[in-house]
């Protein structure tokens, strides 16, 4: 059974910083293209970050340069780096493992920017 797991959202203040993670089990997780996307209140889910197999990265315009995906092979496990969080940053972040023939998602994590 596929799992991904997120962790790491929260209540964060403009300005502030919070790391992502999210943990994946049933995939051999080192062939994924892995990403974050997010979805806030009355919009659609969008794309914030992608990081290939290779380890190519992908941003969102609007996250660039305040954010850094990473990922760890030997742990299964992809992070998204947010500095400089603003409200407009705030939704539930979810996390993507894709191939050209599958994809799977995780339950979402709640990230709130606000003072």
């Known amino acids: 059974q596929v799992q991904l797991v997120e962790s790491g959202g929260g209540l964060v203040q403009p300005g502030g910083s919070l790391r992502l993670s999210c943990t994946a089990s049933?995939?051999?997780?080192?062939?994924?293209?892995m990403g974050w996307y997010r979805q806030a209140p009355g919009k659609q889910r969008e794309l914030v970050a992608t990081?290939?197999?290779?380890?190519?990265?992908n941003y969102a315009v609007c996250v660039k340069g305040r954010s850094t995906i990473s990922r760890d092979n030997a742990k299964n496990t992809v992070y998204l780096q947010m500095n400089s969080l603003k409200p407009e940053d705030s939704a539930v972040y979810y996390c993507?493992?894709?191939?050209?023939?599958?994809?799977?998602w995780g339950q979402g994590t709640q990230v709130t920017v606000s003072s």
């Open positions: 993507n493992a894709a191939t050209t023939r599958r994809a799977y």
């Open positions: 049933g995939i051999i997780f080192s062939i994924y293209t």
């Open positions: 990081i290939t197999s290779g380890g190519n990265t």
